[in-house]
């Protein structure tokens, strides 16, 4: 079982900067795409960035040049470095994974390939006030 952890959400103001984290220990490095997603009430959840185990990432075009997707030294860890925020930024954000389920259908998303994501954490919380 995988579970997903993520932190450093938080309310700051336009042009500032927040650091996400998720615990994902050996999640990376098991084959796994692991993936940075948020949500805004009443609508759909949208992908923002990802990253496999080869650490090739993909961006959406909307956070590109402001967020960074990395991971910690050890691998453990799936950061999101997010600067210049901006209030359309505010959102609960969600780290994920998938380990390409076989057969699985497959989503129109650049993001991991458009696997669906098998492990979820519960979010954090980004508000960015103008």
């Known amino acids: 079982q995988v579970h997903l952890k993520e932190s450093g959400g938080g309310s700051v103001q336009s042009g500032e900067s927040l650091t996400l984290s998720c615990e994902a220990p050996g999640v990376i490095d098991s084959g796994s795409c692991m993936a940075w997603f948020r949500q805004t009430p009443g609508k759909e959840r949208e992908g923002v960035a990802s990253?496999?185990?080869?650490?090739?990432?993909e961006y959406d075009d909307s956070v590109k040049g402001r967020f960074t997707i990395s991971l910690d030294n050890d691998r453990n860890t799936l950061i999101l470095q997010m600067d210049s925020l901006e209030p359309a930024d505010t959102a609960m954000y969600f780290c994920?994974?998938?380990?390409?389920?076989?057969?699985?259908?497959?989503?129109?998303?650049?993001?991991?390939?458009?696997?669906?994501?098998?492990?979820w954490g519960e979010g954090t919380q980004v508000t960015v006030s103008s």
């Open positions: 990253m496999d185990s080869e650490e090739d990432t």
């Open positions: 994920a994974a998938t380990f390409f389920p076989g057969g699985a259908e497959l989503h129109e998303s650049k993001f991991c390939g458009g696997y669906p994501m098998d492990y």
